[in-house]
């Protein structure tokens, strides 16, 4: 196999597993949402893979989803298919339990954007990645559905791998959200087991709205789209949360951000819209108007110029 990104999804009797890996000179490492792995491949002419690989539970995970194990390391063998850049294999490992994983991929297209660069990262900075691509139809309002990444989001979060190598962030929070989760994790290579899960940074909750595009939203719900657009903060969907709703649950998590990695506003960052002062420092996770700093790839970021804290990323959802 040759050097690059793969994408790569573990099977198990009891579950799976969607992450993404990076292979360097017969070496490779990654995760998915809830196992952290690195291992060693050879592939021979014939096609045929060898190797071996270290799987490890991450921290937050209750339910086993791979097997009754909190590390494990794997005899490989398999098959590459040169042509279609694509592999399987099968892992074993014997012990206290029997272990049997099987792995299969295929390399993710390469990006055509420059790598993310965040030039000087200053101590204290809070940096906020809103999770990359996922596959949705277009228009269509993606709000608690847990989506993983598509193959293009894998590629976007590991583009930050060098970024984040290079400036290793005190802490790491991520909405318990698939695509947010996998995008903390390959995003921030230094111990992506360690990332913190907060409930309260889910995506808003759009209720009898999800998976709807405005056209949609306007023949079943007349009238609700222009309320929306008249009361944008305190509209609720039926079943569904307000803008203001989701503000109050995430700030907690954004002052126990800050108490990790102190900061004040710097220009073009979101503020908190529940206080007067100009001056606050939290910004506001979410969509459209909510959100100024939020794209497929986008970031904001929050500096405390004279800070001696770490910095603090966020993968929200």
């Not at 139809?137 to 976007?156: K, M, R």
């Amino acid at each position: 196999m040759r050097n690059g990104l793969y994408r790569l999804d573990l099977i198990a009797q009891d579950g799976m597993d969607h992450g993404a890996m990076r292979m360097s000179g017969g070496t490779f490492s990654g995760s998915g949402t809830r196992y952290v792995f690195q291992g060693r491949l050879e592939t021979k002419m014939s096609g045929e893979l060898t190797g071996t690989m270290t799987v490890r539970k991450t921290r937050d995970q209750a339910p086993p989803a791979l097997g009754q194990f909190k590390e494990a390391t794997l005899g490989i063998r398999g098959t590459y298919d040169s042509a279609g850049r694509s592999f399987s294999w099968e892992g074993q490992a014997y012990g206290h339990h029997s272990i049997v994983i099987q792995g299969r991929g295929h390399e993710l297209p390469g990006r055509s954007e420059p790598a993310p660069n965040l030039h000087a990262i200053k101590p204290g900075a809070l940096i906020l990645l809103r999770h990359a691509s996922v596959e949705r139809s277009p228009g269509t309002l993606v709000g608690t559905d847990d989506i993983p990444l598509n193959d293009t989001g894998l590629a976007e979060a590991m583009a930050w791998q060098t970024t984040f190598a290079a400036s290793p962030p005190a802490a790491s929070f991520a909405s318990p959200l698939r695509r947010a989760v996998q995008t903390a994790r390959l995003a921030v290579t230094d111990h992506p087991e360690s990332v913190l899960l907060r409930d309260n940074l889910r995506e808003i909750q759009l209720g009898t709205w999800e998976g709807l595009d405005r056209e949609e939203i306007e023949r079943r719900f007349p009238g609700a789209w222009e309320e929306r657009g008249r009361n944008f903060a305190g509209f609720r969907p039926e079943g569904g949360e307000s803008f203001q709703d989701v503000l109050d649950r995430v700030y907690p998590v954004f002052q126990e951000m800050s108490a990790i990695g102190p900061c004040t506003k710097r220009p073009g960052a979101g503020r908190d819209p529940r206080r007067r002062d100009p001056h606050s420092a939290l910004p506001c996770p979410g969509h459209a108007a909510e959100q100024p700093v939020s794209n497929s790839n986008g970031l904001g970021r929050l500096e405390h110029p004279g800070a001696s804290g770490g910095n603090v990323a966020g993968s929200l959802s």
